[in-house]
């Protein structure tokens, strides 16, 4: 059974970088969609990226010109960066692991809340 | 982006009742809809996908149906359990979209 496990900081000035990793146990790394999404009172849920584990991308282009997902096969590691918070980017985020065949998300992180506060 | 509208957005039933929420897509999607549970403090849970399958541990009381434009999620028999929030999720166009949310309360 795999588990996604999440971390990072969890309090950020406005214009500051969020930076959260993921590390995925217990399951294989190629096969799926590792994906990023946010949830905050004002929008809802939010999906925000996803990368392959050949490194391929796909990203909001309501986030594009500030978001990059990366991976580290090697660690079964994918993180996530997000510049130039707002307070707008208050909000819990989730790793997730999306099937490619059922375009479903499975498994999911804990989840970590991000504040973003002067 | 397609927006997903789904309905009601709060509701409130007993025991044993059966429950409906629906989700319209602002254009069709084929059946490429998974339905989420989510409790307070909890990530969401996969219930449903492809529009009408069970993901595997789901107890068979929950049920999807629908195509294209408009979809349903029944819960045949509602459970003290089920209280939760509910969210519909397109993945037939990027960026995936999810659902307003429909919060069921179980008197």
């Known amino acids: 059974q795999v588990q996604l496990q999440q971390w990072g900081a969890g309090l950020l000035k406005p214009s500051e970088t969020l930076s959260l990793t993921c590390a995925v146990y217990?399951?294989?790394?190629?096969?799926?969609?590792w994906s990023w999404i946010r949830q905050s009172p004002g929008k809802g849920l939010e999906w925000i990226g996803q990368?392959?584990?050949?490194?391929?991308?796909n990203y909001n282009p309501s986030l594009k010109s500030r978001v990059t997902i990366s991976i580290d096969a090697s660690k079964n590691q994918f993180s996530l960066r997000l510049t130039s918070v707002a307070a707008a980017d208050t909000a819990v985020y989730y790793c997730?692991?999306?099937?490619?065949?059922?375009?479903?998300?499975?498994?999911w992180g804990q989840g970590t809340l991000v504040t973003v506060s002067s | 982006a397609i927006q997903m509208t789904q309905s009601p957005s709060s509701l409130s039933a007993s025991v044993g009742d059966r429950v409906t929420i629906t989700c319209r897509a602002s254009?069709?999607?084929?059946?490429?809809l998974g339905w989420y549970q989510q409790k307070p403090g909890k990530a969401p849970k996969l219930l449903i996908y492809?529009?009408?399958s069970l993901q595997g541990g789901v107890p068979s009381r929950f049920s999807g149906s629908g195509s294209d434009t408009d979809f349903t999620l029944t819960i045949s028999s509602l459970q003290p359990e089920d209280s939760a929030t509910y969210y519909c999720?397109?993945?037939?166009?990027?960026?995936?979209?999810f659902g307003q949310g429909t919060k069921v309360e179980v008197k």
């Open positions: 492809a529009a009408s």
């Open positions: 217990g399951g294989s790394f190629s096969g799926y969609y």
């Open positions: 254009q069709g999607i084929r059946n490429d």
């Open positions: 999720l397109q993945d037939y166009i990027y960026p995936p979209t």
């Open positions: 997730a692991r999306k099937t490619t065949v059922t375009k479903s998300f499975q498994s």
């Open positions: 990368i392959d584990h050949s490194g391929s991308t």
